[in-house]
């Protein structure tokens, strides 16, 4: 496998204008939270759903993009980049839900 195959084709995309109206277009859409777990906590990034090094002509499609805080996004990338994926048992699966929930509804009716 090339190390060339996994640069940052996006790096381009990422400097311009047009992106930087299109992040705080995905941005409001999702609600400002991360769209696999739902936190609105901490760096949220914008996540090209379909990789820009494979699908160019969608760089600057706002259904091509997701808001993805850093773990999530990390965890995406590296399954894409052929990595396997995480093993995660159903104790934190249930755990990362319930904080999910706090993070959406700080107030739960008791």
Known sequence: MK???WRRHSRPV?????WQVLRQIV?????????DCGTKRGRLEIDHVKPVRTHP???FDPGN????????????TRIE???PAPIRS????????AVADLA????PAT
């Open 57 to 59: 002509h969608l760089a």
């Open 90 to 97: 159903p104790e934190r699966d249930a755990w990362a839900q």
């Open 27 to 35: 941005l409001e859409r999702d609600g400002w939270a991360c769209v």
């Open 3 to 5: 190390r060339d195959q």
């Open 81 to 83: 980049c052929g990595h």
């Open 65 to 76: 993009c997701a808001t993805r805080c850093s773990s999530c996004h990390t965890r995406k």
């Open 14 to 18: 990422l400097k311009t204008k047009r």
């Open 104 to 107: 959406t509804n700080p107030n």
